[in-house]
């Protein structure tokens, strides 16, 4: 994921968490309608960028390379190292498959 596109999102996803806690503080009601109408806004604009096709297309890009990445270091991995992996994924997905 592009780096400037992560930094907005963290600071967003800050500004959203301190307004609620703005928000959810006794003050008088004309603070708690600002801060309703910033996280409205605030909720508006991450949406925006979730659902920005060119955004979306570069989050796709990174995550594609990261799991290229991901598959060539398993590659090099020695084989016993492969077979806790494997064993640590079937397991996992007992569990998984357990729960629901």
């Known amino acids: 994921m ?4 992560e930094n907005c999102m ?5 500004v959203l968490q301190l307004t609620w806690e703005i928000a959810e503080k006794p003050t008088d009601d004309k603070t708690k309608l600002q801060a309703f109408a910033q996280l409205n806004e605030g909720y ?8 920005n096709g060119v955004v979306i ?3 796709i890009k990174y995550v594609q390379g990261q799991m290229n990445h991901l598959n060539k270091t398993e590659k090099a991995l020695p084989q016993d190292i492969k077979e806790n992996k ?3 994924e079937i397991e996992e ?3 998984t498959n357990g729960i629901f």
Do not use: H, S, V, W
């Open 93 to 95: 997905q007992k569990t």
């Open 86 to 88: 494997q064993q640590e």
């Open 10 to 14: 963290t600071g967003i996803n800050r």
């Open 44 to 51: 508006k604009f991450k949406m925006d960028l979730t659902t």
């Open 57 to 59: 297309t570069d989050a």
């Open 2 to 5: 592009p780096q400037e596109y």
